[in-house]
Structures are given as structure tokens and as C-alpha cells.
Nanobody
């Protein structure tokens, strides 16, 4: 079993910054993709940013140039640095990891519990 624990959410004024962290623990052989998603009230969950095991990144157009995703493989942790925050960034943010729990090729999706980010205008 694998657990993801998020931290770093909170309330911030528009233009401010926050850094989210998500640490994985448990039966981990290797972590492939990592990512952040968000869900605002009344909306579907959407992709924010992803990073591959090789370090390639992908961002939603709405956050390009403001958010940065990076990972620390030694700590099984993914981060999301969020700068120039806007009220429309307000949402619950979820981390996601694609994990191999053994040396087999099987991999599984795991999700964090979510952390609230609120940006006031």
C-alpha cells in the first residue's frame, strides 16, 4: 500500500505565492509520473501540471509561466511552486503518482487527500 500526504495549502492574497508538497510512503519500488490536479467548486477536476520520471514537464495553459512542478526522487516527493496567484486558482489541489510497487511492470495510480488553496482578491 502507498500513501500520499500533501501539505502547503492555505489562504493567500492575489499576487502571492504558495508551495505545495506531496510525499509518498509505503511499498514503493519506483515512482514514474507525478502530477498535480485541482478541482474548484462546481467544476470537474483538471490537470495543473505533470512531471515524468525523466523530468519532462507539462502545464495547463492557465498556469504556464506562474507555476513550476519539480520532484525529489530521493524523498519520493513532488512539489508545486505557485507564483502570481489569482482568485481563479482557488481550488482543492490533489497530487497524483503512478507507482510501481514491485519489480514487475504493473503500476498503479495513487492520489493525495487534497489541500485547499484559496486566493483572495
Amino acid at each position: 500500500q502507498v500513501q500520499l500526504v500533501e501539505s502547503g495549502g492555505g489562504l493567500v492574497q492575489a499576487g502571492g505565492s504558495l508551495r505545495l508538497s506531496c510525499a509518498a510512503s509505503g511499498s514503493i519500488f519506483r515512482i514514474n509520473g507525478m502530477g498535480w490536479y485541482r478541482q474548484a467548486p462546481g467544476k470537474q477536476r483538471e490537470l495543473v501540471a505533470t512531471i515524468t520520471s525523466g523530468g519532462s514537464t507539462n502545464y495547463a495553459d492557465s498556469v504556464k509561466g506562474r507555476f513550476t512542478i519539480f520532484r525529489d526522487n530521493a524523498k519520493n516527493t513532488v512539489y508545486l511552486q505557485m507564483n502570481s496567484l489569482k482568485p481563479e486558482d482557488t481550488a482543492v489541489y490533489y497530487c497524483n503518482m503512478v507507482v510501481r510497487t514491485t519489480s514487475s511492470v504493473n503500476q498503479y495510480d495513487y492520489w493525495g487527500q487534497g489541500t485547499q488553496v484559496t486566493v483572495s482578491s
